[in-house]
T-cell receptor, first 118, second 111 residues
Framework: SAVISQKPSRDICQRGTSLTIQCQVD?????MFWYRQQPGQSLTLIAT?????????ESGFVIDKFPISRPNLTFSTLTVSNMSPEDSSIYLC???????????????FGPGTRLLVL | QKEVEQNSGPLSVPEGAIASLNCTYS??????FFWYRQYSGKSPELIMFIYSNGDKEDGRFTAQLNKASQYVSLLIRDSQPSDSATYLCAVIAGNTGKLIFGQGTTLQVKP
């Protein structure tokens, strides 16, 4: 599976500021995903980021709050804008294993970014 | 009804016992099923995937899928304290192709 890294690994931010999270993969991948995991909760998909096109956001998530870039096949960023304490979460990027058949896609996760908003 | 349901636990088993984790899903069109393990403070790690009805074994882990009953389970044989973690069931939804996670079951293996 691909090796995925994220920066920063954790941060403490003030209300009203923005944080950009980077996700780097050691191989080219078509599909990258951004998830949020709030304390004690499971994973919720924020958006799907494909290179060369606008990110596709899930219900409840909007581009103004979570702008995403995908400049190439190995890199993506997620920005959490105008943060509030409710944005305190773990943010995870994942990539899809492209060696599998349609309907058998497998996702692998990066180490996550732990964000605390004061 | 949640799309993917798991008992949040905690499920407590003694060391050496079999741990049985269960998951049900609502979308009959789902084709792919996954189990992720998540240690506290870490990201989810894929440990098993299954696509066909029946059992799939990998070391101490066995995934079981029953599409007619819409459930998938994970058995961990000879449980070890290092197996203590939250186990997340995930399903690729048939209609959207997106990976949907359950709430996770916390497993505690006591020495």
């Amino acid at each position: 599976s691909a090796v995925i890294s994220q920066k920063p690994s954790r941060d403490i931010c003030q209300r009203g500021t923005s944080l950009t999270i980077q996700c780097q993969v050691d191989s080219q991948v078509t599909m990258m995903f951004w998830y949020r995991q709030q304390p004690g909760q499971s994973l919720t998909l924020i958006a799907t980021a494909n290179q060369g096109s606008e990110a596709t956001y899930e219900s409840g998530f909007v581009i103004d709050k979570f702008p995403i870039s995908r400049p190439n096949l190995t890199f993506s960023t997620l920005t959490v804008s105008n943060m509030s304490p409710e944005d305190s979460s773990i943010y995870l990027c994942s990539v899809e294993d492209e060696g599998r058949s349609k309907g058998q896609e497998t996702q692998y996760f990066g180490p996550g970014t732990r964000l605390l908003v004061l | 009804q949640k799309e993917v349901e798991q008992n949040s636990g905690p499920l407590s088993v003694p060391e050496g016992a079999i741990a049985s984790l269960n998951c049900t899903y609502s979308d009959r069109g789902s084709q792919s099923f996954f189990w992720y393990r998540q240690y506290s403070g870490k990201s989810p790690e894929l440990i098993m995937f299954i696509y066909s009805n029946g059992d799939k074994e990998d070391g101490r882990f066995t995934a079981q899928l029953n599409k007619a009953s819409q459930y998938v389970s994970l058995l961990i044989r000879d449980s070890q304290p290092s197996d203590s973690a939250t186990y997340l069931c995930a399903v690729i939804a048939g209609n959207t192709g997106k990976l949907i996670f359950g709430q996770g079951t916390t497993l505690q293996v006591k020495p």
